[in-house]
C-alpha cells in the first residue's frame, strides 16, 4: 500500500512539474509574440505564469533557452515527451508508398507547423541581431532543420522513385529551403496568401525539384 502511495505521489509531482513547465512556456510565448524578446523580462513571464523567477532560471537556465523551448513546443503542438518521427502523422507518411503523396502528407503537416511556429521563428531569427544570446538558439534551429530534412530526404531516396542522379544533399537542401520560414513570411505573412496556397506552392515546388517528370 505504501508503495502505491509512493508512486501516486511522484505521478502527482511530475504532472505538477510538467503543468507548470508549460505555463512558463505559454506565458513566454505571449509576451515575445506581444512585446518581442528584449522586452520581455523573465520577471513578467514569472509573474504571467504564477510561479517564481528563480525557478524559471532553474528551469531553463537563460532567456534565450526559453525562446527554444517555446520554438519546441508550437513547433510540436503540445510538450508530450514523443519525438515528431514517432507520431501517428509520421509513421502514416512513412507507411505511404508513392512519394508524391508522402511530399502532400508532409506538406499538410508543414503548414499545420509554420502557422503555429512561425511568428516565434521569426522573432528568434530578428532578435539574434539585438541580442547575442539568440544567435545560437537561431543556428540550432537551422541546423535541427537540416538535421531533419537529411534523414527525410534519405527516406526519400530509399523509395528510388526521385530524379535519377539526385544526391542526398541536394535533396535535404532543397527540402531545407522551401520549408524556410522565410517563404512563409513572404508569402503568407506579408503577401497575404492562404495556408491552402501557400501549401500546395510548396509541395509543388518540392515535387519539380526533386522527382522525375510525371508520365
Avoid at 30 to 49: C, K, N, P
Avoid at 139 to 152: N, P, W
Wanted: a negative charge.
Amino acid at each position: 500500500m505504501a508503495d502505491v502511495k509512493r508512486n501516486y505521489d511522484a505521478s502527482t509531482r511530475r504532472e505538477r512539474a510538467q503543468q507548470r513547465r508549460r505555463d512558463v512556456v505559454v506565458a513566454a510565448q505571449e509576451l515575445f509574440e506581444a512585446d518581442g524578446f528584449q522586452a520581455t523580462t523573465i520577471s513578467a513571464v514569472a509573474r504571467r505564469a504564477g510561479v517564481s523567477a528563480e525557478s524559471i532560471y532553474k528551469g531553463f537556465g537563460t532567456k534565450a533557452a526559453l525562446a527554444k523551448a517555446v520554438f519546441d513546443f508550437v513547433i510540436a503542438g503540445d510538450d508530450e515527451p514523443v519525438p515528431i518521427a514517432e507520431r501517428p502523422e509520421a509513421l502514416a507518411l512513412q507507411q505511404e508508398p508513392d512519394v508524391r503523396r508522402k511530399l502532400q502528407l508532409y506538406v499538410v503537416g508543414l503548414v499545420e507547423r509554420q502557422q503555429r511556429s512561425a511568428r516565434v521563428q521569426i522573432l528568434i531569427r530578428d532578435g539574434r541581431h539585438g541580442d547575442e544570446t539568440l544567435r545560437e538558439t537561431w543556428q540550432t534551429l537551422l541546423d535541427e532543420r537540416l538535421v531533419g530534412m537529411t534523414m527525410f530526404g534519405r527516406h526519400l531516396l530509399e523509395t528510388g522513385d526521385l530524379r535519377p542522379g539526385i544526391t542526398l544533399e541536394e535533396v535535404a537542401d532543397v527540402l531545407w529551403t522551401y520549408i524556410s520560414v522565410e517563404l512563409y513570411e513572404l508569402l503568407v505573412l506579408l503577401r497575404g496568401w492562404s495556408a491552402e496556397r501557400y501549401g500546395d506552392h510548396v509541395a509543388a515546388a518540392i515535387t519539380t525539384a526533386i522527382c522525375p517528370p510525371s508520365v
